[in-house]
């Protein structure tokens, strides 16, 4: 693995990496942000995100279910075990309409949110017990 060193002082003007740029800091944070923004952008331009921790798992798991859909993927039914109240479904949806969807969900609680979303989506809603 390389290390990447950037001096503050990298170019013949005197100005840091950052400042030339249009960073007035000089601090090494800078520098690594800096980098770390373009770095990101330049992957992003090959059709990569580049990220640390997604916010919530649901992030992570709809990039994954995008990805699938990208190579052809098309599920004819999904179901969603533990369903909730359905911000799986509703997200899975988004990306695989055409998808038939089964809701299974033990709170009885959660079945009047449930019983719509279902009406909504073409989805069946089970209780299980």
């Given at each position: 693995m390389a290390n990447l060193h950037v001096?503050?002082?990298s170019n013949?003007?005197?100005?840091?990496?950052p400042e030339a740029f249009?960073?007035?800091l000089r601090s090494h944070t800078c520098t690594f942000i800096f980098m770390r923004h373009h770095v990101k952008k330049l992957l992003r331009s090959f059709g990569y995100d580049l990220s640390r921790v997604p916010a919530n798992r649901f992030?992570?798991?709809a990039d994954a279910l995008?990805?699938?859909q990208s190579f052809g993927y098309a599920p004819r039914v999904i179901v969603d075990a533990g369903a909730n109240m359905g911000d799986w479904t509703?997200?899975?949806f988004s990306i695989f309409p055409g998808a038939t969807?089964?809701?299974i969900e033990p709170q009885l609680?959660?079945?009047a949110s449930l019983r719509s979303l279902a009406q909504e989506y073409r989805a069946t809603c089970t209780r299980s017990r």
């Open positions: 001096s503050e002082k013949a003007s005197g100005y840091g990496l249009g960073f007035p992030d992570v798991t995008s990805l699938l509703r997200m899975a969807y089964h809701l609680g959660c079945h």
